[in-house]
């Protein structure tokens, strides 16, 4: 059984930081290109930040230098590290694993940028 398990999320004041994770099992972890969504209430979901099977990285324009992604393939593990977070951040994160066979994603964590 395929699980994306996401954890981290949370209240946080603007102008700080959360570091999001996401724990696979059921997968061969490192053949995934990993990526993190995000969904605002009454928005449709888009791509934040994603990581390939060899450790390049892409991000959405409203992230560059403040999220970084990374994976940890010995943990199936992919991270999100958020700094200077901002209240238009607020929303749930989701985890997405994809090959060209396949695609999972977790249940989400909610991320809440207010003061």
């Known amino acids: 059984q395929v699980q994306l398990v996401e954890s981290g999320g949370g209240l946080v004041q603007p102008g700080g930081s959360l570091r999001l994770s996401c724990a696979a099992s059921?997968?061969?972890?490192?053949?995934?290109?990993m990526s993190w969504y995000r969904q605002a209430p009454g928005k449709q979901r888009w791509l934040v930040a994603s990581?390939?099977?060899?450790?390049?990285?892409n991000y959405a324009d409203s992230v560059k230098g403040r999220f970084t992604i990374s994976r940890d393939n010995a943990k199936g593990t992919v991270y999100l590290q958020m700094n200077t977070l901002k209240p238009e951040d607020t929303a749930v994160y989701y985890c997405?694993?994809?090959?060209?066979?396949?695609?999972?994603w977790g249940q989400g964590t909610q991320v809440t940028v207010s003061s």
């Open positions: 997405n694993a994809v090959t060209l066979r396949a695609n999972y």
């Open positions: 059921g997968i061969a972890f490192s053949n995934y290109h």
């Open positions: 990581i390939t099977t060899t450790g390049s990285t």
